[in-house]
């Protein structure tokens, strides 16, 4: 099969196009034909050694966590699927090398759901690490009916589907973008400000007697902004602030659920739920991909067309 690795950590230009090994799929998972995965800042982290304090990364790695496509084998226990099935997956293992940047990928069944039909391949492979890291986040701080919550980096992969997610709960949403996305963040049921100085006297003047509750997808400062204009300066949780627990909120680090994900997908279903596509390149491009994404510029999600 092809495949994206690389042999050592680094920048994009290490990563190779080359012919991999089909993966082994153990009893409890399945082989996955991809159709499309997409890319999140993680993957570029994984691959530039950020995070090898933390997880055991190993060589050659394939990187990627999202896939979407279509059940090729099964595992001798692996029950919940069957030849044929259309999966989504944020498929983390507990150890870093054969990732999802692959034309087949071998999936623990504890990662995937049914791919909804209401969203396409690009979509579906773009829904689950982001769709699930602004899941439970939001559920983390106990977003719900009439709350209004404060979304950070609200046009993002990660941001853009909390604020969907927010609104499907029933909450109010102010979202912080810059402005050449507040019309995007309108369409997406959200009220839009621009982040920079000022933001707390900005927020407080869409929600005078504060808000309920606050989520941060993008670092710099956010969770002190947040609990200066927090109801309960508890109720804020983050992805990027490492002090965030110290000051009493919450840090989420997103982890695999395909029942969280079947939620995700039964919004989805629903319309309630919209993955915007950013860019979508072919796998052999995942270096562009990556640089793409470590601008941070990207409105929606970097996708990787597969087969």
Known sequence: MKAIITNSYGSPDQLVF????????????????AKAASVNPVDWKITAGYLDPIMNVHFPLIPGWDVAGVVEAVGADATEFTVGDEVMGYVRKDEVQHGTFAELVAAPVRTLAPKPAELDWRQAAGLPLAGLTAYQSLKRVGVGRSDTV?????AGGVGSLAVQIAVALGARVIGTA???????LRSLGAQPVTYGDGLADRVRALAPEGV??????VGGGMVDVS?????????????????????GGHMVWVRPS????????DLAAAGQLTVHIDT?????????????????????KIILDIS
């Open 18 to 33: 080359s012919d991999q090994p089909t993966p082994k799929v153990g009893p409890d998972s399945v082989l996955i034909r």
């Open 150 to 154: 404060l979304v950070h980096a609200a």
């Open 178 to 184: 810059g402005e050449r996305n507040h019309d995007f």
């Open 212 to 217: 309920d509750a606050a989520v941060d997808y």
């Open 227 to 247: 609990q200066q204009v927090l109801k309960d300066r508890s109720r804020v949780a983050s992805i990027t602030d490492g002090e965030v627990t110290a000051k």
């Open 258 to 265: 395909g029942a969280d994900l079947t939620a995700l997908g």
């Open 280 to 300: 979508a390149l072919p796998l052999a491009e995942t270096a562009e991909a990556f640089r793409r994404s470590q601008e941070g510029h990207t409105r929606g």
